[in-house]
């Protein structure tokens, strides 16, 4: 049972936002217990809605000044439990901090709210021939300050990059309600001692971004999106591994496997693959449309010397849409087939993906779990879908140790565990797996830099170790 | 006078590097006292010159445990004083670290050493069609270690981004010798609280960097070079502009305007630029052969609707090194006209330029000093060049209140007092000059994380402030 924050506190609150955006009532709190990851499910104590920087600025010194832990949060799509309260927290959520604030086509810059969804900002920013490149998956329900907080990605970051390159500038709330402004000016992170690249990707631990200043990309000229069908996964990473070594720079190169590919076709989302397929491998170049038919035929000859079934062209802008179907759609399929789904998230250099594609397919006979994969194959970024039902208490320790084991298995092939989801609460015991306590106790001590007293999103991204252990290599960081 | 290093700490550093690596003749330092910025010289105590990490190590121990600044050098190319010593200091520098590690063809990553020099490692990638895109204009004699340190850009990063978008993994020395390593597998910075990308642009002031993981990209196929000559710098900014809007992604857009003409017309450089010009504008486009001269021909179009009185497009690679003669060559011809030259650094958004070229030239004469530009249009990053004789020490005093004129203005302009050349010793006043206690203290607790200390390149880039005025905001920081 969720201790209610104390009374006098609401009415603070209640008095910064109004009584209507402090979420107290059970019942409406439900839909706060858990993000996208929803094996964890924690009730916030409340949840307030602030509709400035000058309200979180005050919320936020409400509550640390109570000592009550701050949890930022966005549309709550993330799949690491980082959007999640910690026992005894509130959510500040950014629902209200919705408007996109300057688009300067000049200077290909925007400055926009946290609550702004990823998608409205390339709706806001095309008519100025601009759009925001990080395409999560989630984007159509995705904000800025969720992407912000876990560096997000999407398919087409193997040529255009993740979040951090694009967020130039910050305004953000930090502990105590202080009001401090990093970066700006546009250009790629430039500055000495660069406070922006630390604040993006610290996952809420760090304060609230109020304000993000975002470069923008013209929109390229041309698209060209191919849809190769291969018998097995290895032939279609080969073919990516051609594709890469070639000197071609695809915007995205996906692949879907035969258990996904089963999964989309036995849904209403079927794209019409053939169901025997081991495989299915999306290319997409853009760039001036000059040059494209070229790279397009480059890549499916590709395909074919390794051994593609069949290699479809898209032809308009719906025949697209259909090719990226099975990809964009995985994750709704495969609800389908299983009650509960858990994505995983982890990084290996591309060149070992087909030893690790074959090491989870173990992983997943040994425990009797179906595992099925939807990756970016350009950027190594693997996301092996556990399927399982929740009900089964005895499935769900399997999952757990399958997803240990698969993450211990990309840390063994060089790589990392996450590639885009953040670690949250999901992975943090997994941190230990990459890094030693020398590396673990440099990132506490650069939250402390932001956070000292860990009123931000405390208990996500950092495992718990003995403090004495940790203590020792950095002294000046302790908190006082 | 410089106190020289005791000769127990000087026998003990050469147990380390050998006696010949350790250099204490006063004789031999004297090339060590000032960087690229000549108008600083602090002689170091000795300068030590290691060849591995685990001689890097040992001598920072050695070093700390006596309480020795430790100051990191490369090339020693720099041109805001960053790789001076502080009085007392020693250099560590890092010539003998020189060596490409590997280079992962496949997957696009080499792993190098701090003292390979910039142009050496695109040289040996490129047999298997591979470069390293960040230029600087010294990229003939800067190294990999100093461009972390910097975070440096050049030309082409107007297209492909700065060293932080390309540094993947460290191996970092920090304070007493710990040895660290700091992210890895190749992707864009992808990782929770990103400390690589926080030490990338720490200009030496948290330790040294060893190892150097770095993403390569695929040579592109092809290029074209434009030429513009304008009767003046507005008209060509305006084509700047022109181009940016309209969509258009070149990888360099570059200005040289009348008085550096003047200067390298006038010297061995010369590039037959018509005298009377009032700016030289360098476009450059690279990418899938197809699609480049359609952008060439609509950049010039936005040229000569701009007035341009001549468009030369390179007809082969000679050609194309003729039209960035004016460019890469000015800082030398300007040093044929002025005894001493001060390259400044900022950068300010793009549209501002018009403003601030005017603003510039109106404090040249307000002081009487000749002022030329050279610059990255671009990315709105200006180096203008003050020309004057250190022997006038009325002028050297103008030349610093027409430099903090300058920066005021950018920073006025909504820019920031550095693009490229970090802020070392320089121009570390100029820093409350953008930032506040608040940020300025958050900077100094992110050194702290590092090295608490400071014993790491002390008294650069953090301006003296009242230590008890920026203790209050994050005493979790102090050093203990």
């Known amino acids: 049972m969720t201790r209610p924050l104390p009374s006098a506190v609401v009415s603070d609150l209640s008095e910064i936002v109004g009584r209507r955006h402090v979420i107290t009532d059970p019942d409406r709190l439900l839909v706060y217990e858990s993000d996208g990851l929803t094996a964890y499910r924690i009730p916030p104590r409340a949840v307030v809605l602030p509709a400035s920087t000058e309200e979180i600025s005050a919320v936020v010194e409400v509550l640390h000044r109570k000592g009550v832990a701050v949890i930022p949060r966005g549309a709550g799509t993330g799949l690491s439990g980082g959007a999640l309260s910690t026992p005894g927290g509130v959510i500040v959520g950014m629902a209200r901090m919705n408007r996109i604030l300057t688009i300067d086509p000049e200077n290909r810059i925007a400055r926009a709210q946290p609550g702004v969804i990823n998608a409205h900002l390339t709706e806001a920013t095309s008519p100025y021939g601009l759009y925001y490149p990080p395409d999560p998956s989630s984007q159509s329900a995705c904000t800025l300050g969720g992407n912000v907080a876990e560096n997000s990605g999407g398919p087409h970051c193997l ?8 967020v130039t500038g910050l305004t953000v709330v930090l502990a ?12 790629d992170p430039y500055t000495t001692l660069d406070l922006v690249g630390l604040f993006v990707g610290s996952e809420g631990c760090f304060g609230i971004a109020t304000e993000i200043e975002i470069r923008l990309l013209p929109i390229t000229e041309g698209v060209r999106t191919l849809l190769g069908i291969f018998e097995s ?12 070594a070639s000197g071609l720079m695809p915007a995205a190169v996906e692949i879907v496997d035969g258990p996904t590919i089963q999964a989309v076709e036995a849904s209403v989302f079927a794209a019409g693959y053939p169901l025997e397929a081991g495989a299915a491998l999306v290319i997409e170049f853009d760039g001036t449309e000059a040059g494209l038919d070229l790279d397009a035929d480059r890549a499916e000859g590709y395909c074919l010397e390794e051994g593609a079934i069949e290699v479809q062209r898209a032809t308009d802008p719906e025949h697209r849409t259909k090719l990226w179907r ?14 509960d789904l858990l994505v995983q998230d982890a990084t290996v250099p591309r060149t070992k993906l087909p030893e690790v594609l074959a090491g989870i397919d173990d992983i997943g006979s040994r425990y009797g779990l179906k595992i099925a994969n939807v990756f970016h194959a350009g950027d190594g970024n693997l996301h092996p879908n556990i399927l399982f039902d929740r009900q089964n208490q005895k499935e769900l320790e399997l999952v757990e140790r399958a997803s240990k084991e698969i993450m211990q298995l990309c840390v063994d092939a060089g790589g990392t565990i996450t590639g885009e989801h953040g ?9 230990t797996l990459v890094y030693g306590p020398a590396e673990l106790q440099a990132m506490a001590a ?3 830099v932001f956070d000292p007293a860990s009123l931000f999103n405390p208990g996500k991204v950092l495992p718990e170790v003995e403090g004495a252990e940790l203590g020792v290599a950095m002294k000046a960081s302790t908190v006082s």
Chains 1, 2 share one sequence.
Do not use: C, N
């Open 326 to 339: 099975a990809r964009k759609k995985a994750f709704g399929a495969m609800g389908r087939i299983a009650p």
């Open 446 to 448: 650069a939250k402390q």
């Open 159 to 166: 040529k255009y990059g993740v979040t951090a390159r694009y």
């Open 233 to 244: 996964v290895e032939s279609a990473g080969r073919a990516v591994t051609k594709i890469i």
């Open 423 to 431: 670690v949250g609460l999901d992975k943090r015991e997994y941190m």
């Open 176 to 187: 105590g309600g202080r009001v401090m402004q990093l970066g700006g000016v546009g250009r």
